[in-house]
């Protein structure tokens, strides 16, 4: 897929260099005149950068890392048979289905809910810290990463979506009947939360610190 | 001159762009994000994937999506029927939450599109493009019909063992759903609409 070199030039600058500020949403670059101006095209509110992004994704990212306690330990379906009732974690369902030999579905759900958020709040630290921290040698490195939590983040609404389907599907009285329980809360909120935290981090604050680096040096 | 200009959302690098041609994609030099990818008649492919996801979302939302049977019972769900019952268990978040990602957000896609590319089809920008194709995008990430349905799978392999599973219309429907709305998305090229306010 690579394109003919004449059509596309990069500039030595990024756009805050320049005097300028890309909007978020339509990608016109624009002059900033005073601090609250719009894009004249969309209409969004400009900033060079995201509004206080490290410490909103730094609360976003500790919010959701105590959440993520009590989805993985309370149950999250109550299952009702024949008078007796069974409680399940997330874990002991993806068990459940290893047990039952069908361990590709015990895979997609041990990635979707309780790989995947953990592999998210792990990155976002790291990608936090490295802005803090300037670690720019890997910057190229840390974008990709960051665009790999937007890519996945949303899947770990899969298991949200099973018990809906069992609890509204099972409901036969005594016979069966499936409930959902607190632990689903929990979880609905991890994945809602390290979605707004992804969406609140700036990518461009890991290149940042490599040109006030540059700036420095020479 | 700054027309021609872009800068990578990813890491703030500026561009220059000229033509990109269809089928190619301009990505930054310096951190590899997407800068633009153009898309062949992007308007009039894109509207027809809305018009199609526009039935299918009718027929996916009114028809029963599975029936459960046990015994001689036989149980049918429609999707409205299935949050009901969560509402019903005192589930109000997540019941709220499945009903956007699953309902209002795919059918509000189908709306703001249905209003901004009807009009553009016809070389006219509706009122308040910008505001309504902002929404679309605020939108974007919040509709997730595609993983609703690998949850249908799961659920339903789940289930199997304990009665039988009888595949509704509603199904069906969804399942052409979720590769119309992705196709929707896809042809969509957003440079396109942005283009079309400065033509005013």
């Known amino acids: 897929m690579e394109i003919n070199r004449s059509s596309i030039t990069a500039n030595a600058a990024t756009a ?15 002059k900033l005149y005073d601090q609250k101006s719009a894009c004249p095209r969309c209409g969004t509110s ?74 998210k709040l792990v990155i976002l630290i790291t990608l936090l810290l490295s802005v803090q921290l300037r670690w720019i040698s890997r910057a190229k490195d840390f974008t990709r990463l960051y665009r790999l939590t937007e890519l996945v983040g949303r899947w770990s609404m899969l298991d949200i979506y099973v018990i ?42 890991i290149w940042d610190n490599l040109q006030s ?3 420095e040096k020479y | 001159m700054v027309e021609h200009l872009i800068a990578c959302h990813g890491c703030d690098l500026v561009h220059a762009l000229s033509d990109i041609p269809i089928g190619k ?10 800068l633009y990818r153009p898309k062949r008649d992007s308007i009039n492919r894109s509207l027809a994937f809305t018009l199609a996801g526009a039935i299918l979302f009718f027929i996916a939302n009114t028809c029963p999506f599975l029936g459960f049977k046990i015994g001689s019972k036989i149980r049918e769900t429609t999707l409205a029927s299935g949050i009901h019952q969560l509402y019903q268990q005192d589930m109000f978040i997540i019941a709220s939450l499945v009903l956007f990602t699953v309902v209002l957000v795919p059918l509000l896609h189908i709306l703001c599109m249905l209003y901004i590319l009807i009009p553009l089809r016809f070389n006219r920008n509706p009122l308040y493009l910008a505001n309504v194709f902002r929404l679309y995008l605020v939108l974007k990430p919040w509709g997730m019909l595609e993983i609703f349905m690998l ?29 119309v709305l992705s196709a929707m998305t896809v042809t969509l090229d957003g440079h396109v609409v942005w283009k079309s306010i400065d033509r005013q």
């Not at chain 1, 499936?178 to 809360?185: F, K, N, T, V």
């Not at chain 2, 994609?25 to 997407?34: F, Q």
């Open chain 2, 151 to 179: 949850g249908i799978l799961v659920s339903a392999i789940k289930l199997v063992k304990m009665a039988t599973i009888i595949p509704g219309t509603a199904l069906y429907a969804f399942l052409a759903l979720v590769f």
């Open chain 1, 16 to 30: 805050r260099e320049m005097g300028l500020v890309s909007c978020h949403r339509c990608h016109l670059l624009c």
């Open chain 1, 46 to 119: 400009l900033h060079s950068r995201k509004k206080e992004s490290v410490a909103r994704t730094w609360a976003l990212v500790i919010a959701a890392s105590i959440f993520y306690i009590p989805a993985n330990i309370l149950p999250v379906t109550y299952t009702t048979s024949l008078g007796t009732v069974q409680s399940d974690t997330i874990m002991s369902g993806v068990i459940y289905f290893i047990h039952s030999d069908s361990w590709p579905i015990a895979l997609v759900i041990f990635v979707a809910s309780i790989f995947v958020p953990l592999l």
């Open chain 2, 25 to 34: 994609t301009a990505y930054c030099s310096r951190c590899g994000s997407i």
């Open chain 1, 164 to 205: 809906t389907v069992l609890v509204a599907l099972v409901h036969f009285d005594a016979l069966a009947d499936i409930e959902a329980g607190m632990g689903a809360l929990f979880f609905a909120m991890v994945v809602v939360i390290t979605m707004f935290a992804a969406e609140s981090f700036d990518p461009r604050l």
């Open chain 1, 213 to 215: 680096t540059h700036e």
